[in-house]
């Protein structure tokens, strides 16, 4: 049946207000089946009230939802086909794994029998065969996290929705249950929609990553092109990694742009490609690790391809297989985040305070627009 | 420090003495902080209880109490009369126990879910505390000049036309002294049912009712198991209350009604105190089995 239509769930101009807050404002959004799709954002942005309006447990202040064609704004959340993983898993701590599994299928009326059958098969599938005696405190919390999605999972929904499902774990268990959230969606075929502040667990987990920022949607793009492509400032920074610089368009020549930064005394020119009228005001990022240092400046050929950011190393951080350092321009007040590979920096090593060069190709600058 | 100076310490008599006074008052520590309650306890727990255990076995005449070992008082305890005192008593309890479930769970769960606001729910909560800043006895007379003969019950009834004459059955009868019982008791229901339930999370609500629960069901499957512990609390407390209650039923009964706790009274009133001893041995029995079977069901360091 869902071949046939070209979204599992549909957003149409969503809004969510509490008493004069906008918590959601006018958000549209399609979901194709089998989609992976992570709601990211800060916390206050909207992300988890959009989740309880799809899954019915928050009041739709106006706009529409869909879920496989079927207008499902105004009913009960166990009528819309859909289940939800709720954050710190929500089991109920009287009742066993068992009974916490089959509770779904009970209240759609089927016999004990046959619904703890259905439970232990799905408690199979999860790896958790011999814990269904249990109760939730004698669980760890990866056991926990598995029995909710069991739990969620055995009314057979077509659309599952995750409340931070990965929040309350240590960072061990989180990278193992990540990869079985990407592994069971895969296999069941089923629309994931899953609330995250981390960009990490979202690029990922997502085929579709929405970032969302003051109850309205920054981007929707796939992991590669929100990382890669960011549309926006809040984007570009929220992802990390990236270095927002802004500037004044002096001149225009065929989609390359030359820009004059608009802070401080010194005047900086960069070049970037993209669309602007000369005389506006133009935002551009370039990500952290394609901003490269060399030490010893020779290639002048190499140089007049590239922007150049001369500054003072205020920050230098270990970070494992790279280091990261802040270069700031003392004139300007403008920092940039570099990563120097640690095989460089090894030979190569960089110290406080000491003054370089930086640069980047100009193909690798990224217009943002407001 | 070198090791020389380390031997020096060692060797002076004088630092190891206090040492080890001082590694002896910390050791004593816990029992010297739990022995000023130990002696309350004793004093006047203990001791009481057990003089009231070695009395229960004393013979007596009019005026006179022998130390002696018969077992007169007990047998006096389980005659007919008694034991229907007794039987009386476990049906007041029984009576006014339900009626206490019943009112407070509703009270509870209205405080406990349907209240938002934290703050209101606290003022909910301190307004049920009320009625308890007059005491029992107050309350119990109160009720008085509302119930009886001539009160504003039966006068309103008669000037609305419902009866044509004054119910009698309204004061000085079972129905007041379990009206007045549940009256003054509820609130020892309300408050463990409602502690228990304010500590569900709501999520678990949540999470029944997406997985298709109705809101009995969720009632019946999350939230009545739940609270089920502060069910059991609040049973302890008004059953052991209302076993040993004797004020209400002697107020509100009018001297017509009888009661373990009354009795035991009766019994000191006309100085047969070996009888009131072995009447409250048996009365103690009683509730320190039903406590002990309710709280094998009861975690209570959880609910603390």
């Known amino acids: 049946m869902s071949i046939n239509i070209p979204y599992d769930v549909r957003l149409t101009n969503l809004s969510k207000k509490y008493d004069q807050n906008v918590a959601v404002d006018h958000i549209n959004l399609d979901i194709k089946p089998g989609t992976y799709c992570c709601l990211l954002g800060p916390s206050g942005c909207g992300k988890s009230s959009t989740l309880r309006m799809i899954a019915g447990h928050e009041e739709v202040s106006s706009g529409e939802i869909y879920i496989q064609a079927q207008n499902v704004t105004h009913i009960p959340p166990s009528k819309r086909n859909t289940a939800m993983m709720f954050q710190e898993y929500a089991l109920f701590p009287h009742k066993t794994v068992l009974d916490n599994v089959a509770f779904g299928l009970k209240m759609r009326g089927m016999r004990k029998k046959q619904r703890h059958q259905e439970a232990e098969a799905m408690l199979d599938k999860m790896g958790l065969a011999d814990y269904l005696t249990r109760y939730p405190a004698q669980l760890s919390g990866g056991q926990r996290q598995r029995v909710a999605l069991a739990r969620a999972l055995v009314t057979k929904p077509a659309v599952l929705l995750l409340d931070e499902p990965l929040s309350a774990l240590d960072r061990f268990v989180r990278l193992q249950m990540r990869g079985e959230l990407k592994r069971i969606q895969q296999e069941l075929g089923l629309t994931f929609i899953h609330v995250t502040h981390s960009q990490e667990e979202a690029l990922a987990l997502a085929d579709l990553i929405v970032v969302m920022n003051e109850g309205h949607i920054e981007q929707v793009g796939s992991a590669q092109n929100v990382y890669n492509q960011a549309a926006t400032p809040f984007v570009a920074s929220f992802i990390g990694d990236h270095n927002i610089l802004h500037g004044r368009v002096i001149a225009q020549d065929a989609g390359l742009l030359t820009l004059v930064s608009t802070s401080g005394t010194q005047q900086q020119q960069y070049q970037l490609h993209g669309q602007a009228e000369v005389g506006s005001s133009v935002s551009f990022m370039i990500r952290a690790d394609h901003i490269v240092w060399q030490p010893e400046e020779s290639d002048t050929t190499e140089s007049s391809r590239s922007n150049r950011f001369e500054g003072r190393v205020t920050v230098v951080e270990f970070a494992g297989f790279l280091v990261r350092i802040f270069v700031t321009d003392d004139e300007t007040g403008q920092s940039i985040l570099a990563y120097v590979p640690h095989k460089q920096f090894a030979t190569k090593p960089i110290h406080h305070n000491q003054v370089i060069t930086l640069h980047w190709q100009i193909t690798d600058a990224v217009q943002l627009y407001q | 420090m070198t090791p020389d100076q380390l031997d020096d310490h060692a060797n002076a008599p004088s630092v190891t003495h206090t040492w080890r006074t ?283």
Request: proline share 4%.
């Open chain 2, 22 to 304: 001082r590694s002896l008052l910390h050791a004593a520590r816990p029992y010297l902080l739990a022995s000023p309650f130990v002696l309350i306890l004793t004093l006047f727990l203990i001791l009481p209880v057990m003089a009231i255990v070695v009395i229960s076995f004393w013979r007596y005449s009019s005026f006179v109490m022998t130390p002696d070992f018969v077992w007169d008082n007990y047998k006096i305890v389980f005659s007919e009369t008694y034991l229907r005192t007794f039987l009386n008593t476990f049906r007041y309890a029984l009576i006014v126990w339900c009626l206490t479930l019943v009112i407070a769970f509703p009270i509870s769960y209205f405080l406990a879910f349907e209240i938002r606001s934290n703050r209101m729910r606290t003022a909910l909560f301190l307004l049920c505390t009320v009625p308890f800043l007059t005491s029992n006895l107050i309350r119990n007379i109160a009720w008085i000049p509302f119930l009886g003969r001539h009160g504003l019950l039966n006068s309103g009834l008669l000037a609305i036309g419902l009866i044509t004459e004054p119910i009698e059955i309204f004061l000085y009868s079972d129905v007041s002294i379990i009206l007045s019982m549940v009256h003054i008791y509820t609130l020892f229901m309300v408050a463990p049912i409602f502690n228990t339930m304010v500590r569900i999370d709501h999520n678990l609500i949540e999470a029944a009712r997406d997985l298709g629960a109705s809101q009995w069901r969720i009632l019946r499957e999350v939230i009545m198991p739940l609270s089920s512990t502060g069910v059991m609390i609040g049973t302890i407390f008004v059953v052991s209350m209302v076993l040993g209650d004797f004020a209400t039923v002697s107020i509100m009964g009018g001297g017509q009604r009888a009661s373990a706790g009354l009795a035991i009274r009766k019994m000191i009133a006309s100085l047969q105190y070996p009888t009131a001893a072995a009447m409250a041995v048996v009365l103690l029995i009683v509730t320190l089995l039903f406590v002990s079977v309710l709280m094998s069901f009861v975690d209570v360091k959880k609910e603390l």
